[in-house]
């Protein structure tokens, strides 16, 4: 499974859109992108997911540039609500793999 | 949605007592379950995967005499918990994957949780 990077914690202010940036330098070819968004005591929630260029849903977009070694989670317009810890995971396309987390990052929204 | 229940949401118990946290997809079916292990500020970490009708298979580490799984249907996974220790308390989370045709890539579904507290 690829390894993925993120920065452990990020802070904005209401209303402003947030970009979180997930390296996976050794991604295979058959790997997709998955955002899960996780608040505290909770199960992980699926926010989107991705295997090239652009994707965006009722909630965010995904930008992946085409050596797909990075992705970006983008969140318009976030608010305090939107305060939750934030996990990239890339997975094999090619059939039924286990999910690992890496240590996602932790966006703090500020009013 | 799709939607994986889990109970008790909350236990706390005795150290050396046994634990059984259940996981029910409630609308969908699931063959594969996986369990994880949360502890606080820290990510998940699988302990295992459940497959329906076969034994699970477990990660590195985790002790199967202790953490007792059983995956007996097609909507109901169980952990078990034995003898359980204070360092056994954690979150415990447990994910269904979905059957058939999904919304996404290996589109799977979480629970809410289960607190465990070991005294």
């Known amino acids: 499974l690829a390894k993925t990077t993120q920065p452990i914690s990020m802070d904005s202010y209401e209303g402003q859109e947030v970009n979180i940036t997930c390296s996976h330098n050794?991604?295979?070819?058959?790997?997709?992108i998955t955002w899960y968004q996780q608040f505290p005591s909770q199960g992980p929630r699926f926010i989107i997911q991705?295997?090239?260029t652009k994707v965006t849903n009722e909630v965010a977009s995904l930008f992946i540039p085409a050596d797909r070694k990075s992705s970006t989670l983008s969140l318009p317009r976030v608010s305090l609500s939107d305060t939750a810890v934030y996990y990239c995971?890339?997975?094999?396309?090619?059939?039924?793999?286990?999910?690992?987390f890496g240590i996602g990052t932790k966006l703090q929204v500020i009013p | 949605g799709a939607v994986v229940s889990q109970h008790p949401s909350r236990v706390i118990c005795k150290s050396g007592t046994s634990v059984k946290i259940e996981c029910r997809s409630l609308d969908f079916q699931a063959t594969t379950m996986f369990w994880y292990r949360q502890f606080p500020k820290q990510s998940l970490m699988l302990m295992a995967t459940?497959?329906?009708?076969?034994?699970?298979?477990?990660e590195q580490g985790v002790e199967k005499d202790k953490f007792l799984i059983n995956h007996a249907s097609l909507t109901l996974s169980t952990l078990t918990v034995t003898s359980a220790h204070p360092e056994d308390s954690s979150f415990y989370i447990c994910?269904?994957?979905?059957?058939?045709?999904?919304?996404?890539?290996?589109?799977?579904?979480f629970g809410p949780g289960t607190r465990l507290t070991v005294l």
């Open positions: 459940s497959n329906e009708g076969s034994k699970a298979t477990y």
């Open positions: 050794n991604i295979a070819t058959n790997d997709y």
């Open positions: 995971l890339v997975g094999d396309g090619g059939g039924y793999q286990k999910v690992t």
């Open positions: 994910s269904a994957r979905v059957v058939g045709p999904a919304r996404f890539f290996d589109e799977q579904f």
């Open positions: 991705g295997y090239k």
